[in-house]
C-alpha cells in the first residue's frame, strides 16, 4: 500500500483544522510546514491529533548540529511524530536530527531532491545521491524524492535499501500519481487537495492508491 499524506499547507487554524476533519478518513498522516505553524502556531499539532494520524513536520531543518537538535527536540516534545531535514548540511547536522527523533521514537526523513523546476540547479550532478547514502548511513527512516522525476526516484532508490520515500509533488506541480504510486512509500499532496472546491471529494479521489 502506498501512503496518502495531505501537506497542509494553508494559513488558519480554523482552515486547517475544517480540511482535515473533512479528509481524515481518506488520509494516511498529515504534513505540516512552515506556512500552517508560522500562522497558528507549533501547538496546532495538539489540535490536529484529535484526528488520529500522524503528523510530520516539514520544517527542511538545515542547520549546524546543535540548533537542528533544537528545533528536533521542539518538534517532537510538541507532539509530532515525524521531522523532515536537509541532508545538504551534511552528516552531523542530519545525524543530530536522526539522534533526536529515536530518542522520542519518532521518525526522520531526509531531502534528497526536491520537486520544483529549480532543485536541478545544485541537486543534480550525483549530489542527490550522496545525499541518498548519507541518508542510510545515518539510519535515517526514509527520504524525500521528487514525484516530478521518477527516473529520480528510481534512482535514488537503488540506493537507500529498506528506507522508505516519500514523494512530493503531483498535482499542482505535476507529477503524475499513478506513475509513482507504485514505487514509493507514500506520496505528498498538497494544493490539489487543500485548493479544491471540495477537498473531502479531492482526498478521497487520490485514496485508491491506498488500496
Known sequence: M???ILALDVTTKENALAIASRCARHIDAIKIGYPLVLAAGISIADDLGDFDLPLIADFKVADIPNTSRLIAEEVFTSGYDALICQGFTGRDSVAACVDV?????????VVTEMSHPGATDFFHGGIAERIAVLAKECDADGIIAPATRPERIATLKELIGDLKIYSPGVGAQGGDLLTIAGIVDGVII?????EAEDPEKAASQFAGIRQ
Open 2 to 4: 502506498t501512503s496518502l
Open 101 to 109: 527523533a529515536r530518542e522520542y521514537g519518532g521518525d526522520c526523513f
Open 190 to 194: 498538497g494544493r490539489a487537495i487543500y
